[in-house]
């Protein structure tokens, strides 16, 4: 049972706690998901977890006494600082709470290192992991005996997973070896499978984030799963956003942010759009705060939410900003200001999620190769976004061939590589009937590729 803070930090939280059956008083650090933001963050929480573990004898160090992970929260459960007896006075407080025996302390540790060690042994077994990953993880999960995580491993291959697959699994959420595999795991696979998901799909969804399990089928994953079938509107469509992105019917951020964007004017159909572009899904899950700070931005830039450029902007804006200001400062080197950055988004956001390797290649052609201003792409920045190779390589070549044998006046147009390809092919290829063959070569040759 949960009790009063004892103390805030960067990335956790710690509270009193008391255990429902014996009553005993412990510490449980929560620390959030969201707040971990790379990889690195999620490496320092799991390096505090196992230097916890291998200082547990210590008789001046708290003592670690299991931890847990689910959705949105890693649990470190702790000594309670004010019982031990043997750390430094300054940080012990006066208190009349039982001291736990050294027998009974004792005890605690020979059945917490008994654990560790069948569940180490169980993971190396049963689960084909390497000693190291098997330590790592055995410092993560805590198995009794083997009835229930063989129930678990059995149910899933029988939905048809393989050892790779459920070794993926095991690793990113080791819990699941302990849940009851006929009350927690396989309802929700019915559930999948009742939308109209074949055996593949559920083993894709489930293999690309294990953490869908962790949610409750009731008051999370069902509810969220009739959201997206509002904007979806059929269970194949909504599939094959979950498919994607299974993050929509676990997350707690969505029925909010959906909720927001409606409350701005953005027609429903608008937020659809959401769940059909790629990472779309990603940004509608996004952390609340972080999503209504970058919806008001977007409304800040005049940008109207009855058009679907302002869920693009949205998108764009929800990047993390050292992205953002990456992105700005690289438009920067090609001699465009703010002004002409915001501009320029404002116009066509698409521009700013374009990749850095994107937009350094695309500028370099078009000025370096083409000789064009990089003024002249910020009041198109739709440019930005074609494909060079595939676009506007191709049609520089028959246009650069086609001015210089006098066929027309002017290679320069924005509209000869914004026009669709068929009608490019009439008027500057299929036209010329004696160049045609060469025009077409050079259409099809690719023959420039920039560095």
Not at 97 to 112: G, N, Y
Not at 248 to 269: A, C, F, M, R
Request: proline content about 4%; aromatic content about 10%.
């Amino acid at each position: 049972m949960m009790g009063r803070k004892l103390v805030h930090g960067q990335f956790g939280t710690t509270y009193l706690c008391t255990h429902k059956v014996t009553g005993g008083r412990c510490a449980c650090k929560f620390i959030l998901k969201w707040k971990l933001l790379c990889k690195e963050d999620y490496d320092d929480v799991w390096r505090e977890i196992q230097i916890m573990h291998h200082l547990s004898e210590h008789p001046h160090v708290v003592r670690i006494k299991g931890t847990y992970e689910d959705s949105y929260a890693f649990h470190l459960i702790m000594e309670l600082a004010l019982l031990c007896p043997n750390l430094n006075p300054i940080i012990r407080f006066r208190t009349t709470l039982p001291i736990p025996t050294p027998s009974s302390l004792l005890l605690q540790h020979f059945s917490s290192s008994k654990e560790h060690s069948f569940t180490f042994n169980y993971l190396v077994k049963n689960c084909g992991f390497s000693p190291e990953t098997a330590s790592r993880l055995s410092n993560r999960v805590r198995l009794n005996n083997s009835d229930r995580p063989d129930s678990v491993l059995a149910l899933f291959r029988s939905h048809g997973f393989s050892n790779a697959q459920l070794c993926g699994i095991i690793r990113t959420s080791p819990n699941l070896l302990t849940y009851d595999p006929n009350k927690t795991i396989l309802p929700k696979f019915n559930f999948l499978l009742s939308k109209g998901a074949s055996s593949s799909d559920l083993v894709h969804i489930v293999t690309k984030n294990p953490t869908v399990l962790h949610s409750s089928l009731e008051n999370t994953i069902s509810p969220c799963y009739d959201l997206v079938k509002r904007f979806r509107l059929s269970d194949e469509s909504t599939l094959v956003s979950i498919k994607a992105s299974a993050c929509l019917i676990y997350s707690k951020n969505l029925t909010q942010n959906i909720q927001l964007l409606l409350d701005n004017g953005v027609p429903e159909s608008k937020v659809a759009l959401f769940f059909r572009v790629r990472n779309g899904s990603y940004t509608i899950t996004e952390h609340h705060a972080l999503f209504k700070k970058a919806v008001e931005e977007v409304k800040e830039l005049g940008i109207n939410p009855n058009k679907s450029i302002f869920i693009v902007a949205v998108r764009a804006k929800i990047k993390k900003e050292c992205v953002w200001e990456r992105r700005i400062n690289l438009y920067k080197k090609w001699g465009w200001s703010e002004e002409i950055i915001v501009s320029a988004f404002v116009r066509y956001p698409w521009c700013m999620l374009a990749y850095d390797n994107k937009i350094e290649a695309v500028m370099e052609f078009w000025v370096n190769h083409m000789g064009w201003s990089s003024l002249i792409l910020a009041k198109h920045p739709l440019l930005i976004t074609l494909s060079l190779e595939k676009r506007v390589i191709p049609r520089a070549l028959v246009l650069q061939f086609l001015q210089a044998r006098g066929l027309i006046k002017d290679a320069k147009s924005i509209s000869y590589y914004t026009v669709n390809e068929k009608k490019f092919l009439q008027k500057f290829v299929n036209c010329f009937e004696e160049e045609a063959s060469q025009l077409l070569k050079l259409y099809e040759g690719k023959n420039y590729l920039p560095r």
